[in-house]
């Protein structure tokens, strides 16, 4: 029997594992993808909020400005790419500047450091590509940016090489109260088996799902909206257009179109917010990326949107309180819920993970775990390494000097180490997601091919089981004229 079994491995069920692995625990995690990072986390802003706009008193406020709070030291054990660039909250001249006023007076609330507003003359030296109708702006110095993917793969590895187990590929179809814990139903998607999993404590992390796991087992019913937003990537030629993330005054459906610099040099707009019935729809549409382009040009001029390289769509898990849901359910002992995780759910999931580990280590009396090491060493990059010590790289591992991606410049041993670290990618996204082979300008035209091949060499897969992201999308389907 398992003391924990986290339901869900985005960025709040990796980063509950990693800090529930500080503790002598017999933990896992059950994601229904072929990876970590394949829901909710893949698709966002990427942002770290600084915590000015939740309603003070909230879950949302206390654990943002938490997460935000801690996200230097943890960027620095896990060699999480992060960079502090402050955000802008710009009003327009048809917009009352009173709204900014409210924000300021919120951020002071919920404990955030150095806000302040500033006119349309002192914006212009930091963002001169501000649109004309910006009139004045508030500034958040401690606002972020950050790669969602390496950061959920981070907490994910981090957590896995202290011991919590992975079941990838695993569905689970339902859960029982059983007379110590729960038994949860398991159905593994690639093998088509099924199986029972006993455990004490259910921690259900699964996104826009959790409404269908914690009404499994409570009377206490919950309901999540999935609410899609639709974006558009921009070539690290435009990455420089703004050097702060624009956002503007926030609406009762979030914050509104930003424009940001993403930490890896692009430039993204986004997002929509469309209260959508279907869970899975991630479609993009054309009347969603029409009216990024219009309504980002509100806050932000001349945006190059002619270098579009791709566009993408996720969805934000809203339950009907608006607040964070999480502790475990009133008449469900051992049933914790960490539900309606919307933004600033990705800043808020360090605290998160704090929280519930907390919780649940007083749940079970644990003790802690006197071989944990919270630190962990992201993929090596050989182009931030001077031209010497690259040189020696390669002459010491020759994979290192052949290049696959030629957009990112990522190399054959950069694929490598993702397909053999700790909870390796073993699909076509989830080597993109861990070393960005695929992420440029071509979005892997090129490298796609040359990819396949060092799966089928290093894993070792046939190459007509390689999927691009798991099971169902199988991208070789037989020999040319043999179908």
């Given amino acids: 029997m398992y003391d924990v079994a986290i339901i869900g491995a985005g960025v709040v069920g990796s980063a509950i594992a990693r800090e529930l692995s500080r503790y002598q625990v017999k933990a896992c995690v059950i994601e229904r993808e072929e990876d970590v990072c394949c829901g909710t986390s893949k698709a966002n802003s990427a942002i770290i909020h600084a915590g000015f706009d939740a309603t003070p008193g909230t879950l949302k406020a206390r654990l943002n400005v938490r997460g935000n709070e801690i996200m230097d030291q ?160 921009l070539d690290k030629d435009a990455g420089t257009h703004v050097s702060h993330t624009v956002f503007q005054l926030p609406s009762k459906m979030g914050k509104g179109v930003l424009v940001t610099p993403t930490v890896h040099g692009n430039l993204l707009v986004g997002p929509t917010a469309v209260d959508v019935e279907d869970k899975e729809a991630v479609n993009t549409t054309l009347a969603g990326l029409d009216s990024l382009g219009k309504t980002a040009s509100l806050s932000v001029k001349n945006i190059p949107l002619r270098q579009v390289i791709t566009s993408f769509a996720g969805l934000r898990a809203h339950e009907d309180g608006g607040d964070f849901v999480i502790g475990e359910a009133a008449d469900a002992k051992g049933f914790v819920n960490v539900a309606g995780i919307e933004s600033p759910g990705l800043s808020s999931a360090p ?125 070789v389907y037989g020999h040319n004229k043999e179908i």
């Avoid at 689970?172 to 006993?198: D, P, Q």
């Avoid at 397909?419 to 080597?431: K, M, Q, T």
Wanted: negative net charge; proline residues 4%; glycine residues 8%.
């Fill in 74 to 233: 943890l960027s620095k054990e896990l060699d999480i790419p992060f960079k502090r660039n402050g955000s802008l909250v710009v009003c327009t001249k048809d917009q009352d500047p009173a709204g900014l006023d409210a924000l300021l007076e919120k951020g002071k609330e919920n404990g955030v450091p150095g806000l302040e507003i500033l006119s349309r003359e002192q914006l212009l030296s930091m963002e001169p590509n501000l649109s004309d109708d910006v009139t004045c702006a508030l500034f958040a110095p401690t606002g972020g940016i950050v790669c969602p993917f390496h950061m959920t793969m981070a907490f994910a590895e981090n957590a896995f090489t202290n011991g919590v187990e992975f079941f990838l590929n695993t569905e689970v179809t339902s859960i029982e109260k059983a007379a110590e814990g729960y038994k949860l139903s398991l159905h593994n998607r690639e093998k088509e088996e099924t199986s029972i999993l006993e455990t004490k404590v259910v921690i259900n992390a699964a996104g826009v799902y959790a409404d269908t796991f914690n009404n499994m087992v409570s009377e206490h019913k919950l309901h999540i909206t999935a609410r899609k937003g639709e974006y558009m990537l």
């Fill in 351 to 475: 605290a998160i993970g704090e929280m519930v580990a907390t919780l649940v280590k007083e749940m079970l009396s644990l003790s802690e775990n006197p071989h944990f090491n919270g630190n962990r060493k992201g993929i090596l990059r050989p182009e931030k390494l001077s031209l010497e010590e690259r040189n020696a790289l390669i002459k010491e591992q020759p994979a290192y000097g052949n290049i696959i991606c030629r957009c990112e410049m990522i190399t054959e041993g950069e694929i490598m180490d993702a397909i053999h670290r700790p909870l390796g990618a073993r699909s076509l996204d989830g080597v993109k997601r861990r070393t960005r082979a695929g992420m440029g300008r071509c979005q892997s035209g090129f490298c796609s091919p040359r990819t396949m091949e060092i799966l089928e060499r290093e894993v070792p897969l046939s190459m007509f089981d390689i999927t691009k992201n798991g099971v169902g999308s199988n991208l």
